[in-house]
T-cell receptor
Framework: SQTIHQWPATLVQPVGSPLSLECTVEGTSNPNLYWYRQAAGRGLQLLFYSVGIGQISSEVPQNLSASRPQDRQFILSSKKLLLSDSGFYLC?????????????FGPGTRLTVL | AQSVTQLDSQVPVFEEAPVELRCNYSSSVSVYLFWYVQYPNQGLQLLLKYLSGSTLVKGINGFEAEFNKSQTSFHLRKPSVHISDTAEYFCAVSDHGGGGADGLTFGKGTHLIIQP
């Protein structure tokens, strides 16, 4: 069966520090991968998605970036965090092949920027 | 472009009472519709989805939803709620246009609060 992992589970970082969040998927190959951010009272916002290694599409311009160095690994990064980057970050995967495929979500990372 | 509106940010309901969580969407093309549930500090779990066919969709945990194309709605219902149903519920849409990947557009969520 497929599983999706995210780490760390929680993170407290000072403003201006770098960020690296990791997401890995097991039990599937060539997944579509997604990063979402959930801010209080604002629902989920799609940040990045990837249909393959090295292929990243950005949905929202910001100081975050994403990379996909391996087929089942998706990394969210920042060189300098802002207070507004605080939130709950969710990674998801889908089987691709069409928009009818459900997305499977990881447990999330709670990021607090102080 | 597509959008999703969840009209209620919070819905308090007494235990064993029925509940309806409202969701309206807008899209210029045909859509696929989803309801997800999020328990505190956890990821999202799919409750049910509408792809095609019967407009009444049954999901897990006794939930169901009805797709109404003329009203562009996909309301979620449960005839009798339990304390364990306390969670955040998200409606989401994906259109047939697809694009490079099937990213979902989510509503802002409805917090269902079950009162004893």
């Amino acid at each position: 069966s497929q599983t999706i992992h995210q780490w760390p589970a929680t993170l407290v970082q000072p403003v201006g520090s770098p960020l690296s969040l990791e997401c890995t998927v097991e039990g599937t190959s060539n997944p579509n991968l997604y990063w979402y951010r959930q801010a209080a009272g604002r629902g989920l916002q799609l940040l990045f998605y990837s249909v393959g290694i090295g292929q990243i599409s950005s949905e929202v311009p910001q100081n975050l970036s994403a990379s996909r160095p391996q087929d089942r690994q998706f990394i969210l990064s920042s060189k300098k965090l802002l207070l507004s980057d605080s939130g709950f970050y969710l990674c998801a995967w889908s089987g691709g092949g069409g928009p009818y495929n459900e997305q499977f979500f990881g447990p999330g990372t709670r990021l607090t920027v102080l | 472009a597509q959008s999703v509106t969840q009209l209620d940010s919070q819905v308090p309901v007494f235990e064993e009472a029925p509940v309806e969580l409202r969701c309206n969407y807008s899209s210029s093309v045909s859509v696929y519709l989803f309801w997800y549930v999020q328990y505190p500090n956890q990821g999202l779990q799919l409750l049910l989805k509408y792809l095609s066919g019967s407009t009444l969709v049954k999901g897990i945990n006794g939930f169901e939803a009805e797709f109404n194309k003329s009203q562009t709605s996909f309301h979620l219902r449960k005839p009798s709620v339990h304390i364990s149903d306390t969670a955040e519920y998200f409606c989401a849409v994906s259109d047939h246009g697809g694009g490079g990947a099937d990213g979902l557009t989510f509503g802002k969520g409805t917090h269902l609060i079950i009162q004893p």
